[in-house]
C-alpha cells in the first residue's frame, strides 16, 4: 500500500484559503487519491476523491500532478469549523480490487483555523 | 437514513471480561468495516466485510478478537478477554461498492478497559 506524507500540524486565519500537501511517491497506477476530515469525538468524514489534474466539490479543491506523486487538498475560506485532522489517502477504488476498502490512514495534519 | 449506528457509545469494563460492540450500516450498503483509534496507533483497520463475508481480517490484532456479520443490517466485534491495551475508539463504517473510497463512519464506541 502507499505510504502518504503531509504535514504534522498547520494553522490559519478565518477567511485565508488552505493548501494543505501531501506526498505519495509509490502510488499504484490504480490508486486514487481521498482526503478524510476528522473533528474530535467523531468519525472521519469524506472530503472528495480524485486521479488527477483537478476535482472540485461543495467543499474543497483536490489538485493532483501528472506525475501524482503529490496532491494538495484546498479549502476556500475556512472558518472556525473547519479546525480538524486532514488525512491523505491512496488506495484502489474499483471494489475487489486487492486494495480496496484498505485505507491507511497516516497520522494527518491538524488544521487550526484561529479567529 | 439515520448513518452508521454504533452502541454502545461509551464502555467502561474489567480486564478480563467480554466486550460486545454493535454497528447496523447504512441500508444498501454492502461493504462494513471495524477500525481502531488511539493516540499512538492512529486509525486502523481490523477487519471487512462484503455482503456479510469476511474479506480481510489481517488487522485483527489478536484472537481474543472476533467479528460476525450475521446479515446485512447488523455486525459485532466482540474481544474476549479484554485488556487495557485494548482502550481505544472503535468506529464501524460501511460503504457502497463501487468506483470510490468513500466510507461512512459512524460515531465510534470509546472502550476503556481497567
Known amino acids: 500500500l502507499a505510504k502518504t506524507t503531509q504535514p504534522i500540524s498547520m494553522d490559519s486565519y478565518e477567511g485565508q484559503e488552505v493548501n494543505i500537501t501531501c506526498s505519495h511517491n509509490?502510488?499504484?497506477?490504480?490508486?486514487?487519491i481521498t482526503w478524510y476530515q476528522q473533528f474530535p469525538s467523531q468519525g472521519p468524514r469524506f472530503i472528495i476523491q480524485g486521479y488527477k489534474t483537478k476535482v472540485t466539490n461543495e467543499v474543497a479543491s483536490l489538485f493532483i500532478p501528472a506525475d501524482r506523486k503529490s496532491s494538495t487538498l484546498s479549502l476556500p475560506r475556512v472558518s472556525l469549523s473547519d479546525t480538524a485532522v486532514y488525512y491523505c489517502l491512496v488506495g484502489d477504488i474499483n471494489a475487489g480490487g486487492t486494495s480496496y476498502g484498505k485505507l491507511t490512514f497516516g497520522q494527518g495534519t491538524i488544521l487550526t483555523v484561529h479567529p | 437514513d439515520a448513518g452508521v449506528i454504533q452502541s454502545p457509545r461509551h464502555e467502561v469494563t474489567e480486564m478480563g471480561q467480554e466486550v460486545t460492540l454493535r454497528c447496523k450500516p447504512i441500508s444498501g450498503h454492502d461493504y462494513l468495516f471495524w477500525y481502531r483509534q488511539t493516540m499512538m496507533r492512529g486509525l486502523e483497520l481490523l477487519i471487512y466485510f462484503n455482503n456479510n463475508v469476511p474479506i480481510d481480517d489481517s488487522g485483527m490484532p489478536e484472537d481474543r478478537f472476533s467479528a460476525k456479520m450475521p446479515n446485512a443490517s447488523f455486525s459485532t466485534l466482540k474481544i474476549q478477554p479484554s485488556e487495557p491495551r485494548d482502550s481505544a475508539v472503535y468506529f464501524c463504517a460501511s460503504s457502497f461498492g463501487g468506483r470510490s473510497n468513500e466510507q461512512f463512519f459512524g460515531p465510534g464506541t470509546r472502550l476503556t478497559v481497567l
Open positions: 509509490n502510488i499504484a497506477t490504480n490508486d486514487y
